[in-house]
């Protein structure tokens, strides 16, 4: 797998934000952890960068890094599934485009039993693929993905170093329904903000090969970005999202 590409951001402005962050998933998703714990974790990253060693060793030996992936893995995925299958429903073939370890496909192929579901995702991109009759999974190579009547981007835009081949894909689907995730950028919740935490998140609390890039927008930008999917017919919000210190942005799309 190549390496992931990473962009860099400061984070000692950011030291409050990003420690009240951390504190809102440990004490809100109720992840057992020492008062200090966030104190220490946000003193090594300014120290020593995302990939600090005595970060990792704190998460990992307190058992704060295996429960907050089990809270994210698990608890997020039902709540994303049961969000977004109202604007999935009714559609015939559903293409989960970049689905990751597919625990959001196998909650929505609980959720749409009319639908055939197909998970695409990059070959050995995860070690900890979900497999379940419910749902097909599709290796992908870059090309044209499988016909589809609807397409799920589940807060992948953000992470693609260039977004615009993942649109064009989602587009040659032929699918006329999007239903794209995102955080947004907002006030509370700024560029930088959000890159120091997905940082954190693959870089410190684990070690994904997922890239780290400025490529977080407003809902404004996202939507004039993704002028391709056609008009935006519904927006919403889903705060306290298990794992996630953010809320998520739900937009669908239709193209007449």
Do not use: K
């Amino acid at each position: 797998m190549p390496s992931p590409v990473l962009t860099s951001v400061d984070v000692r402005p950011l030291t409050d934000p990003f420690a009240a962050a951390l504190r809102t998933v440990i004490t809100r998703d109720g992840i057992p952890a020492d008062p200090a714990l966030v104190d220490a974790v946000t003193r090594a990253v300014v120290e020593d960068g995302f990939t600090s060693p005595e970060a990792r060793r704190i998460l990992r030996t307190s058992g704060v890094r295996d429960g907050w992936n089990q809270r994210f893995a698990e608890v997020r995925s039902r709540q994303v599934a049961a969000w977004v299958a109202p604007a999935l429903a009714g559609h015939r073939r559903v293409v989960d485009l970049l689905a990751g370890d597919c625990r959001v496909t196998r909650e929505l192929a609980a959720r749409l039993d009319d639908a055939e579901l197909l998970a695409v995702e990059w070959p050995e991109h995860y070690d900890d693929v979900v497999a379940d009759p419910s749902f097909r999974f599709v290796p992908w190579d870059g090309g044209t993905p499988p016909s589809a009547d609807a397409v799920l981007l589940g807060a992948v835009l953000h992470h693609e170093n260039d977004p615009a081949p993942l649109v064009a894909a989602a587009v040659a689907t032929g699918a006329r329904t999007f239903v794209v995730v995102e955080n947004c950028v907002d006030d509370t919740w700024s560029s930088d903000l959000h890159l120091a935490l997905d940082l954190f998140f693959n870089q410190t609390l684990n070690e994904f090969g997922s890239d780290c890039v400025r490529q977080h927008r407003t809902r404004d930008e996202w939507v004039e970005y993704l002028e391709p999917f056609g008009r935006l017919r519904h927006f919403d919000e889903l705060h306290d999202v298990a794992g996630l210190p953010f809320p998520y942005q739900l937009m669908v799309f239709t193209r007449d």
